[in-house]
């Protein structure tokens, strides 16, 4: 039966089998979408001359800022179809919302149970949700349908509270958790302090949102090794997704990347020319929805960045994988000639044990490029700290800075400005009044 299905089947193939899926989405749009029919007439687009993979990239492509200014231009159905409403943030914080029919939420159900069943997921297994599932959010909602397509156990804790999540653990049994893997850590600290036999809990997998876990070349990354050290008896999964997409990237059981779902999206990864790179180099993803009912977008840009990875994988799916994510479009630094992303900095800072908090500032140099401060707050008990102090006393914050510009240096090819700050001073920054996530980078510079 597996070998049936579109992801084993030749690349050649999964193409065929997507320009027919796109020649349908063209004609769909054509008559349907409010916004793309306008787009098609004031480009001199003909939708049925739009026949394969390589018509598809001569289309202009769909930004977040149109979702927000046309809001409901994109919707191709009857209102009285829509089952299901959602909200999305948008780039200048204003919401976007996002509708699903009766046929919508059953393509988020085969997106989600396929996601699972690549992890292993199946009848048998019972999965704890630790997500959000209500709040106007869609993933939530498609996790529970795709694990009710696959016929698993879900048990619906919801985020947060470690205490219920134990409990339930206990009391229910389930061998999968799906959750924002930073949550995993406050998990087992929670275990530890009130002792708990985590590793023995009989949870054997568990499947990340939201979060990386690996770094480019598919290692477990810091935070995916921090869990693994505590919990090796648990397989991680990293997922990516988003709300426009509607389509879910799984890892299989290699974890070299998220497989695309053939029959749901199209991928195209493009350069800074906004011309399609070759596989294998970096650039914004960007996808065309398949079989959406209510809000099927065309040549969306996402703002992620990331690299699409063509050889078939040992599990024997030919389906294309897309790497972990390199950072947003957004936040790309040029310094020095060489390009850049946050993340990339914050893992230089994150593994420097002598660094107790940061924050990394983007500005405009006086030469018109971009100047990257790093501000650090000091452990100065770290052992590391420690060992550059003992080899030259009182000359510790300079060679700090000078061991950090080091690891840049190595792993980024450049270094950017570092300042050391009171730890305080970095907290204040760290966590405003208003703000739910962190804030690590400030981006100073004035936007052309
Ligand atoms: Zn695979």
Not at 20 to 33: F, I, V
Not at 105 to 129: D, P, T, Y
Not at 207 to 213: F, N
Not at 318 to 329: C, F, M, S
């Amino acid at each position: 039966m597996q070998s049936l299905d579109i992801e084993f089947q030749s690349p050649a193939a999964i193409r065929a089998f997507q320009e027919d899926l796109l020649r349908r989405q063209m004609a769909y749009l054509a008559e349907h979408s409010p916004f793309y029919r306008r787009l098609f007439a004031e480009h001199g687009i003909d939708p049925t001359q739009v026949r394969t993979l390589d018509d598809l990239t001569r289309l202009p492509f769909t930004e977040k800022e149109h979702l927000q200014r046309f809001n409901d231009d994109f919707i191709c159905c009857d209102r009285a179809d829509i089952i299901d409403y959602i909200t999305t943030s948008g780039t200048t914080g204003e919401s976007v919302t996002f509708a699903c029919t009766d046929a919508d939420l059953e393509r988020l159900a085969l997106n989600e149970a396929k996601s699972f069943a690549m992890a292993g997921v199946g009848r048998e297994s019972i999965v704890q949700l630790m997500t959000t599932l209500d709040k106007r959010f869609m993933a939530g909602m498609a996790y529970f349908l795709g694990l009710r397509r696959l016929g698993a156990g879900i048990i619906r804790v919801g985020n947060g509270i470690p205490e219920l999540q134990w409990e339930t653990i206990r009391r229910i049994h389930p061998d999968t958790l799906m959750c924002v893997p930073s949550f995993i850590l406050r998990l087992i600290q929670y275990a530890e302090e009130h002792n708990i036999d985590y590793r023995r809990c009989g949870v054997r997998r568990i499947i990340g949102i939201g979060e990386g876990l690996r770094d480019q070349d598919f290692r477990l990354n810091l935070l995916g090794s921090r869990i693994h050290e505590k919990w090796p008896e648990v397989q991680l999964f990293a997922t990516y997704s988003s709300t426009e997409m509607g389509a879910t990237f799984a890892e299989c059981s290699e974890g070299c990347g998220g497989h695309v779902h053939p029959e749901l999206i199209i991928v195209e990864i493009i350069g800074e020319d906004n011309r399609p790179v070759a596989d294998g180099e970096t650039g914004e993803v960007v996808v065309t929805t398949l079989g959406v009912e209510a809000m099927p977008l065309l040549r969306f840009r996402t703002g992620d960045m990331a690299k699409k990875c063509t050889e078939r994988c040992t599990c024997g799916r030919h389906a294309y994988r897309l790497t972990p994510l390199i950072g947003r479009k957004h936040n790309m630094i040029k310094l020095k000639g060489t390009t850049l992303y946050p993340p990339a900095v914050n893992d230089v800072l994150d593994h420097a044990d002598y660094v107790e908090n940061y924050v990394v500032i983007v500005q405009d140099s006086a030469a018109g490029t971009d100047e990257v401060v790093v501000r650090i707050g000091l452990r100065k008990a770290s052992p590391e700290a420690q060992r550059l102090l003992a080899a030259a006393p009182g000359h510790t914050p300079d060679l700090l800075i000078k061991d950090l510009k080091d690891r840049f240096r190595s792993r980024l090819r450049v270094a950017p400005l570092v300042e050391i700050c009171p730890i305080d001073e970095i907290a204040h920054i760290n966590f405003p009044a208003k703000s739910r996530k962190p804030v690590k980078f400030i981006d100073r510079r004035t936007h052309p």
